[in-house]
């Protein structure tokens, strides 16, 4: 058994600590499978700024040089500071007389020192995305987690310079202001960080791309930049787009655009969430200690018609936790019939929002109760928890941009039994096993795990707390 201590508060990941990439990204991979050294002969050259690549001897033609650029840029979410659109180019001829692309020479939005220091920031958004997940996890929470919080956090870019340009990862998650081709990159490039597989999707009919993420070795179609809300709504996201097969995504529904005429890398054909209630949820979907979802449905045609649920994603039900009865202005004498109540956790504690207040809800207790009223008179359309602030999203009406407004602090609760890191209620010999276990790093503990296991309450985790916890079932005290 190891005896080191460990700090008994969360962990958190040193703002110094390597991003490594252990997920794939793929675009257009029948052409990369052709052209793989060219491609990454490209893409090497870009990570070291070169003012000219050759790659004179992988034979790429002037027809092709746009696809093997696109895909080096593509796969590399990364090279932000390249222009995608432009470049320039040197041809020559074999001694088999075929005019070959010589070299390619980039144009570099900006110098080394400046994008150096573009990257130390996107680097440090990447990890506080990353600080919402848990080892834990599994694919699904992370990648559900992921889309959650890119679409809270980014808002779609609709002025001018969006018309003229295209968008990349840095402006998605350091600008948070961004399109579809952003979304598609910052998306990538974090299942990426977190060993998720995925790919780039384009359709050049629709103008729009997208991506595909590989779930349990399968892969579906996953649209954030369309479960954004527009205008932008600080507190709500969708998952309307979330997880569909190719079947599912090209059809229209009454609240569903289809997806048509696009080049993808592979087929998704499982059809495993196409029906699945989370597809209603149109608040944060929150993940609790035990592996509980809660969301709101905020629809007021859905099957849970303005109601915060208990979500079971293997059984694909749920269950009513709290009725939101109230209702949002329309006009003076006028209500909304949806409503647009958020949802966000801190703690294993709930926070939503109605018109005029804040509302909590603890998840281990039940105890649930109102935060108080919101100063403004304006209507909160959602909300948020950041750094254990809330804040409400205001606005006059749903159909204009809302401001996010501090509204107060998180509930400070002490809603957690001591020793009892297994959580069934009981201080015994499975807490002191778990305790061991999580010592030698074979179990990850949440937040709540760290505090229970601290049970001589100085401030670490060692094997005191176990030899505590023996004394006190020894004492009678099971």
């Not at 110098?111 to 997940?133: G, H, I, P, R, V």
Request: glycine letters at 6%; proline letters at 2%; hydrophobic letters at 30%.
């Amino acid at each position: 058994m190891g005896a080191s201590a460990v700090s008994a508060s969360a962990v958190s990941t040193p703002a110094d600590t390597p991003l490594n990439q252990t997920g794939t990204i793929t675009y257009n991979k029948a052409f990369y499978d052709k052209n793989a050294e060219a491609c990454d002969a490209i893409a090497n050259g870009l990570a070291n700024h070169a003012s000219s690549i050759n790659i004179f001897n992988y034979k790429i033609q002037t027809d092709n040089i746009g696809n093997a650029y696109a895909v080096a840029l593509k796969k590399n979410p990364l090279f932000f500071y390249v222009d995608n659109n432009n470049y320039y180019m040197t041809t020559k001829k074999s001694s088999d007389g075929i005019t070959y692309i010589n070299s390619v020479i980039p144009i570099y939005r900006y110098d080394e020192s400046t994008t150096e220091q573009m990257t130390d920031k996107f680097n440090a958004e990447c990890k506080k995305y990353l600080a919402k997940l848990s080892n834990n996890m599994t694919d699904y929470q992370k990648a559900l987690t992921l889309h959650d919080e890119i679409a809270l956090e980014c808002e779609y870019g609709l002025g001018d310079e969006f018309s003229t340009r295209s968008c990349d990862a840095y402006d998605a998650l350091v600008n948070k202001e961004s399109t579809c081709e952003g979304y598609t990159a910052a998306y990538s490039y974090l299942l990426s960080l977190v060993g998720i597989d995925s790919d780039i999707v384009n359709s050049s009919a629709m103008v729009h791309a997208w991506n595909k993420v590989c779930i349990d070795g399968s892969y579906y179609n996953v649209d954030i930049t369309w479960d954004d809300p527009v205008p932008d709504n600080n507190g709500l996201v969708s998952h309307t787009y979330f997880l569909l097969s190719d079947d599912e995504i090209a059809i229209a529904t009454n609240n569903r655009q289809p997806h048509y005429d696009y080049v993808s890398s592979y087929s998704a054909d499982n059809s495993k969430y196409d029906k699945s209630l989370f597809h209603e949820f149109n608040t944060k979907m929150c993940i609790d200690d035990d592996g509980s979802y809660y969301a709101i449905s905020n629809s007021y045609n859905s099957k849970y018609k303005k109601s915060l649920v208990k979500y079971n994603l293997e059984a694909d039900s749920a269950e009513v936790v709290k009725t939101i009865g109230d209702y949002w202005k329309a006009s003076e004498t006028g209500y909304w019939l949806d409503g647009f109540a958020g949802l966000d956790m801190k703690d294993g504690v709930l926070y939503y929002n109605t018109p005029s207040s804040v509302y909590y809800l603890n998840t281990k207790t039940g105890e649930t109760d109102s935060l108080g009223k919101i100063s403004s008179d304006k209507e909160s359309y959602g909300m948020r928890v950041i750094d254990g602030k809330i804040y409400v999203a205001l606005s006059s009406t749903p159909n204009e941009k809302t401001t996010l407004t501090y509204f107060g602090e998180c509930k400070d609760f002490d809603d957690f039994m001591l020793g009892d890191v297994t959580g069934d209620g009981q201080i015994d010999i499975t807490d002191a096993t778990s305790i061991q276990k999580y010592l030698v790093e074979m179990e990850v503990y949440t937040e709540n795990q760290i505090k229970c296991a601290d049970f001589d309450k100085d401030g670490y985790i060692t094997v005191n707390d176990i030899t505590a916890i023996q004394t006190y079932m020894a004492d009678g005290n099971v």
